[in-house]
């Protein structure tokens, strides 16, 4: 059975989350105020909250055209964990070289992450002393070539 998305919109006019084509895996998210947290942060406001199926949680990434704004997600994903019903904000560094506040304003009303709805799975965590050996080891960040 698929999840159930409820989402709510707390303003007039607000578009919620939809998806571009029926088979796209996010529904994008529109800007629609934001806060200049300094250091080129800005924590722009979707207008909606939302509330997921159980056994489900909302990942919030950001839509590939923002590439075009000089804009970063500021924490790469961001989770909405099941229960959270609070506003979704989404957080943005500038990194162009223009007036920041200007490319921040452009973004309002404009679509600039989507919303994913995963499974959410969970586990048991036990704390050992060691770990099985495997070939590979310790080798990270490269170490494959």
Known sequence: MP???KIQCHRQGIAPPNRAHSTDAGMDLTAYAYENRGNSVFLFDT????QVSEG???EVVPRSS??????VMANSVGVIDPG?????FVPFRYIGVQ????????LLDQRIAQLLVRRLETC???VVETLNETERGVGGF????
């Open 56 to 58: 489900y949680y909302v």
């Open 47 to 50: 207008g909606i909250s939302v």
């Open 66 to 71: 923002i590439i075009k704004t000089d804009f």
């Open 142 to 145: 490269g170490s494959t070539g």
């Open 99 to 106: 007036d920041s506040e200007r490319a921040a304003q452009a």
């Open 84 to 88: 959270y019903r609070g506003r979704i």
């Open 3 to 5: 999840a159930h998305l």
């Open 124 to 126: 048991i965590i036990e």
